[in-house]
């Protein structure tokens, strides 16, 4: 009887030990984000920042990748990323429109800038279709449509293609880009980041996260190297390839609030959604 109880007791611990993916974004990280970016802009010092471990680059870098500005029901404003696929369809994380506890009623999308508050290319809209599966509790199925108003592609805004097929992308590097954090005690740099990541099997990544987070329609990369996505990022691009042979294979999801290194990060599989993207392209 004592023996079934120790070892009932050390798979509590060990469960306990597993981590839960953030369901309340907004609150957590995209409104606060936000507020200090917009001081960082306006020349207040904080002690945020963006992708952890990565690299400054040109608000033409990356020319696919779109802020989001994001107003909430409650009237507050909160970040994420997307990506550009076609004249009038962007995609990004479902939880960037709605979390387990708040609501988007608008998302400002800007291209070309190394700013979410400033210059570059600005549209509104209100038209999202999350996926019909996405669940607020465990962010599975993480995935949403944004329809909008048709933009001019020109050297510094271009779609990138939907990865599609079978394969699983494990032990490529792929590059990461987002206006989220860089890690915590970072100084800011105030501009769009990147990062290499290399992206590991499922297997690997699911003894990290508490069960049935990680599933088939999970891509996992490791943050062993130095490098991660963080708060902010949500819902930004993981692509592989250059120039027109680029492809988006991952939609930032989830991480550790803290962008722990050693703690693998969770993106939507964009293969696995192939067919439902396309559906609304």
Same mark, same amino acid.
């Given at each position: 009887?004592?023996?079934?109880?120790?070892?009932?007791?050390?798979?509590?611990?060990?469960?306990?030990?597993?981590?839960?993916?953030?369901?309340?974004?907004?609150?957590?990280?995209?409104?606060?984000?936000?507020?200090?970016?917009?001081?960082?802009?306006?020349?207040?010092?904080?002690?945020?920042?963006?992708?952890?471990?990565?690299?400054?680059?040109?608000?033409?870098?990356?020319?696919?990748?779109?802020?989001?500005?994001?107003?909430?029901?409650?009237?507050?404003?909160?970040?994420?990323?997307?990506?550009?696929?076609?004249?009038?369809?962007?995609?990004?994380?479902?939880?960037?429109?709605?979390?387990?506890?708040?609501?988007?009623?608008?998302?400002?999308?800007?291209?070309?800038?190394?700013?979410?508050?400033?210059?570059?290319?600005?549209?509104?809209?209100?038209?999202?279709?999350?996926?019909?599966?996405?669940?607020?509790?465990?962010?599975?199925?993480?995935?949403?449509?944004?329809?909008?108003?048709?933009?001019?592609?020109?050297?510094?805004?271009?779609?990138?293609?939907?990865?599609?097929?079978?394969?699983?992308?494990? %032990?490529?590097? /792929? *590059?990461?880009? @987002?206006?989220?954090?860089?890690?915590? !005690?970072?100084?800011?740099? +105030? =501009?769009?980041?990147?990062?290499?990541?290399?992206?590991?099997?499922?297997?690997?990544?699911?003894?990290?996260?508490?069960?049935?987070?990680?599933?088939?329609?999970?891509?996992?990369?490791?943050?062993?190297?130095?490098?991660?996505?963080?708060?902010?990022?949500?819902? %930004?691009?993981? /692509? *592989?390839?250059? @120039?027109?042979?680029?492809?988006?294979? !991952?939609?930032?999801?989830? +991480? =550790?609030?803290?962008?722990?290194?050693?703690?693998?990060?969770?993106?939507?599989?964009?293969?696995?959604?192939?067919?439902?993207?396309?559906?609304?392209?």
């Amino acid at each position: 009887m004592k023996s079934s109880l120790l070892f009932l007791l050390v798979v509590a611990v060990a469960a306990a030990e597993l981590l839960q993916p953030n369901t309340r974004y907004h609150e957590t990280e995209g409104i606060p984000k936000f507020q200090l970016m917009k001081q960082l802009e306006e020349g207040t010092d904080f002690d945020g920042g963006r992708i952890w471990g990565g690299q400054a680059v040109s608000g033409g870098t990356h020319p696919h990748l779109g802020g989001l500005w994001i107003t909430l029901t409650t009237g507050q404003n909160s970040i994420c990323g997307s990506s550009l696929v076609s004249n009038t369809r962007s995609v990004t994380a479902a939880h960037c429109w709605r979390t387990s506890t708040l609501q988007a009623t608008m998302f400002t999308i800007v291209w070309n800038s190394n700013s979410i508050f400033w210059g570059g290319t600005r549209i509104n809209t209100n038209q999202v279709i999350e996926h019909p599966n996405y669940n607020v509790w465990n962010l599975n199925n993480d995935v949403a449509v944004i329809i909008h108003n048709h933009v001019n592609f020109n050297n510094n805004i271009q779609p990138i293609a939907l990865a599609t097929g079978s394969q699983t992308y494990a %032990g490529t590097w /792929a *590059v990461a880009a @987002g206006y989220g954090q860089t890690g915590d !005690g970072n100084s800011p740099s +105030g =501009t769009k980041f990147q990062a290499n990541l290399l992206v590991i099997t499922n297997s690997a990544c699911q003894g990290t996260w508490m069960p049935g987070i990680v599933i088939a329609s999970t891509l996992c990369v490791s943050t062993a190297h130095g490098s991660s996505t963080c708060p902010g990022d949500s819902g %930004g691009p993981l /692509a *592989v390839g250059s @120039g027109n042979n680029r492809q988006l294979i !991952g939609i930032t999801s989830f +991480g =550790t609030q803290w962008c722990a290194q050693h703690h693998p990060a969770g993106f939507a599989r964009v293969t696995s959604f192939a067919s439902w993207f396309n559906s609304h392209m």
